[in-house]
């Protein structure tokens, strides 16, 4: 598709648990961001690549949570020990440049419910 | 830290009327901002941008007034429609920088 692609787009899983979620951008998007959104709350930052440049990591709420990008396209975030308070929707965008001017393009979100 | 916030958590208006959603950031050196909408179980989806060397932005149907004075953004939407009935999200980032920040959005809801 044209879009960015995430799966799964649901994912219920008990806390201990480790979780990945998948994000595929657009085609020559060599900016992706990681976003989580909590129930009712806006979008918080997580981690962004850039090409081949070290990833930011800032956003990353603890060191269960990490993420890696190969080849510079598909990216993969994985919550190790899912905590209940992990339960979100994580969004993915990705954009042309990266440069912090111009359009993020998002996917559908993965929703994540830790029982 | 800075942040991006949002003066009213839920806007109802009626079908045909004009919306306004207001933005309020604290970055004076934020020079780019961005509307985005996002409907039910969907990503959110780019309304309008404003780089700050403007004061007003029109689209379809959509216009962004840029205050820097008073380091505020709102957004109208002429015409509301039933259709616009959703989540909207001001956004800021600074030169140089890719980081955007994302206030907590608007809740608009339009009634027939």
């Known amino acids: 598709g044209a879009g960015v692609s995430q799966s799964p787009s649901n994912k219920v899983t008990e806390k201990g648990k480790d979780v990945e979620l998948r994000c595929d951008p657009i085609?020559?998007?060599?900016?992706l961001y990681w976003y989580r959104q909590s129930l009712g709350q806006g979008l918080e930052f997580l981690i962004y690549?850039?090409?081949?440049?070290?990833?930011?990591k800032s956003g990353l709420p603890s060191d269960r949570f990490s993420a890696e990008r190969t080849g510079g396209s598909v990216s993969t975030l994985t919550i190790q020990r899912t905590q209940q308070e992990d339960s979100a929707v994580y969004l993915c965008?990705?954009?042309?440049?990266?440069?912090?001017?111009?359009?993020?393009?998002f996917g559908e979100g993965s929703r994540l419910t830790v029982l | 830290g800075e942040s991006v916030g949002l003066h009213l958590p839920t806007l109802s208006v009626q079908e045909g009327d004009n919306s306004i959603i207001n933005c309020a950031y604290s970055?004076?050196?934020?020079?780019?901002f961005i509307w985005y909408k996002q409907e039910s179980g969907k990503g959110p989806q780019f309304i309008i941008d404003?780089?700050?060397?403007?004061d007003k932005r029109q689209g379809q149907r959509v216009t962004v007034l840029l205050n820097k004075t008073v380091k505020h953004l709102s957004l109208q939407i002429a015409a509301t429609q039933p259709g616009d009935s959703a989540v909207y999200f001001c956004?800021?980032?600074?030169?140089?920088?890719?980081?955007?920040?994302f206030g907590t959005g608007t809740r608009l809801k339009v009634l027939a």
């Open positions: 956004a800021e980032n600074n030169p140089g920088t890719y980081k955007y920040i």
């Open positions: 690549f850039q090409g081949n440049s070290a990833p930011d």
């Open positions: 404003i780089r700050s060397n403007m």
């Open positions: 965008a990705s954009s042309l440049a990266g440069l912090g001017v111009g359009e993020l393009f």
């Open positions: 085609s020559g998007h060599t900016a």
């Open positions: 970055n004076s050196a934020s020079d780019y």
